[in-house]
């Protein structure tokens, strides 16, 4: 079966929220049908960029359990997590594959020393039997992201700064010795001198521990830097998947290239939170036909209005547009 060869394998993933009742609400696809794998021996930093809106956080929250597909499947080595059993018994998943999350001020609860977080995923997931084995394991994970425990003990995480936080919160995620890593956005809250050693960290732990890491970003410069595949996502799609100096120094998707020339800046106020208020105008582009970037693309013609292009695979890339469709 296709799907053993893979550390993760998302299958034609879709997730539509219903947006003002459940009746009368409209349906907005976050998520349209994709698809995409890890290989399974082969550590890799594979990147999904895209906008604010495009779809990259509920990608990941799927593949995470914390939300649930419309529909689609995903595949963890083999098994299907999707799947009712599967979720009973997550244990082994929920140590494999670690989430680092945008917000490291909101990951930590600011009444509670951060070494106690190291301290309780050591002990629970039992890569520890005692505080002395325990000390050694922590120490160890936060070596590897250029910390010690020394540093760190008995400090609060308002007495760290985002950047050393965000650190801690990669080394507690090390503490399992996982195998991938969904960090979405991990540094858009951390200071601009520092994205990159942070970013640079995945890389030396790809290298080091063969940690492989599906990282999600809005930012262009470090997904270059450290990927080794990229998707660009827009809408709810996939519109450019494959090498990274293929896609990011010779696009071929419209968006792509609009994406690229444009290297847009985060904008954190614009995250939602709770209720979800969109434009007419947003609703109107989730729900069009044909392809989603027609209204904004230079080049569309007739049936880019009309019918969502297929995905084709032309100079090492996977690629939904029509002007490669002969
Ligand atoms: N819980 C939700 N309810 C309704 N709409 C949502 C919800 N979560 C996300 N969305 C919508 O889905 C689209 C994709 O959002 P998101 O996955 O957060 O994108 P990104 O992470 O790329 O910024 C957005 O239009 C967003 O408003
Ligand atoms: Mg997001």
Redesign the pocket.
């Known amino acids: 079966m296709i799907e053993q060869d893979f550390l993760l394998y998302v299958k034609d993933l879709t997730?539509v929220?219903?947006?003002g009742g459940r009746f009368l609400g409209v349906k907005?696809v976050?998520?349209n049908k994709e698809s995409f794998s890890l290989p399974l021996n082969k550590p890799e930093i594979f990147t999904i960029a895209?906008?604010?809106?495009?779809?990259?956080?509920?990608?990941?929250?799927m593949i995470l359990g914390l939300?649930e597909p419309t529909s689609g499947e995903i595949y963890y080595k083999g098994e299907k997590i999707t799947d009712l059993n599967y979720k009973k018994n997550r244990l082994k998943f929920m140590r494999e594959v670690q989430p680092i999350f945008q917000n490291p001020f909101e990951a930590f609860n600011p009444l509670k020393r951060v070494d106690s977080y190291l301290f309780n995923t050591a002990i629970n997931f039992g890569f520890a039997q005692n505080r002395q084995e325990a000390m050694e394991v922590i120490d160890r994970s936060l070596q590897a992201v250029g910390l010690s425990l020394k540093e760190i003990e008995k400090r609060y995480p308002h007495e760290l700064s985002g950047g050393q936080l965000q650190r801690v919160s990669i080394a507690r995620a090390l503490i399992t010795t996982p195998s991938l890593l969904v960090a979405?956005?991990p540094v858009s809250m951390v200071d601009a001198s520092l994205r990159m050693s942070i970013v640079n960290l995945f890389k030396d732990l790809k290298e080091k521990y063969g940690v492989s890491v599906l990282y999600?970003t809005?930012d262009l410069t470090t997904a270059y830097y450290i990927s080794d595949r990229i998707a660009i996502?827009y809408r709810?799609n996939i519109v450019e998947m494959g090498p990274v100096e293929k896609v990011m120094l010779k696009p071929l998707h419209p968006y792509t290239k609009l994406l690229i020339e444009s290297v847009p800046e985060p904008d954190i106020d614009k995250?939602?939170q709770g209720?979800?208020k969109?434009s007419a105008q947003?609703v109107k582009e989730?729900s069009k036909l044909g392809c989603k970037f027609s209204d904004r693309c230079e080049d569309a013609k007739d049936i880019c209005f009309k019918e969502e292009p297929k995905k084709i695979f032309v100079d090492d890339r996977w690629i939904m547009c029509h002007r490669y469709i002969s």
Do not use: C, P, Q, Y
């Not at 895209?50 to 929250?61: V, Y």
């Open positions: 997730k929220f219903i947006i907005l976050a998520v895209g906008e604010t809106g495009s779809g990259k956080t509920t990608l990941a929250r939300i979405d956005e999600i809005h996502m709810g995250r939602w209720e979800i969109l947003e989730f």
